[in-house]
């Protein structure tokens, strides 16, 4: 699916009603955490989210965003490589601009781009035995 804003995915035609086991967001669009829970599998849905490293986007200090939104966790971290996403372009928010973008994914490579695989958070013994 292309040109779908993550932040409203509640107006997605394509979408009503229809639940995903893993959903792999390969842009750093962070309001997108907390409009997915819709359309995530609400037992055991994933999402894979991609992020550079460095300013600015280290200062957005995502363990506590996903952490704020209260049933989330980061399930792991890994390294992003664009290779095992076929057709993956890297582009800056306002697309690719001659002169200052770079081809081939050479932006991110050199940056260590992670991939951080977001989870439900599990439930605790105690509180299932309570159910």
């Known amino acids: 699916m292309f040109s779908v804003d993550a932040t409203q995915l509640d107006k997605c035609k ?18 997108f955490l907390s409009s997915r829970s819709r359309n995530s599998d609400k037992y055991d849905g994933e999402i894979f989210l991609s992020l550079k490293s460095g300013l600015p986007y280290d200062n957005w200090n995502i363990k506590n965003i996903i952490k704020s939104i209260g049933n989330l966790v980061i399930r792991a971290t890994n390294p992003f490589i664009p290779s095992q996403y076929p057709g993956y372009q890297h582009r800056r928010t306002l697309g690719f601009q001659e002169g200052i973008s770079k081809s081939d994914n050479e932006e991110i490579t050199d940056k260590k781009a992670k991939i951080l695989l977001i989870g439900k958070k599990e439930e605790s013994k105690k509180s299932k035995k309570r159910r």
């Open 14 to 31: 394509e979408l009503k009603n229809k639940r995903f086991d893993k959903i792999a967001f390969l842009i750093s669009c962070i309001p």
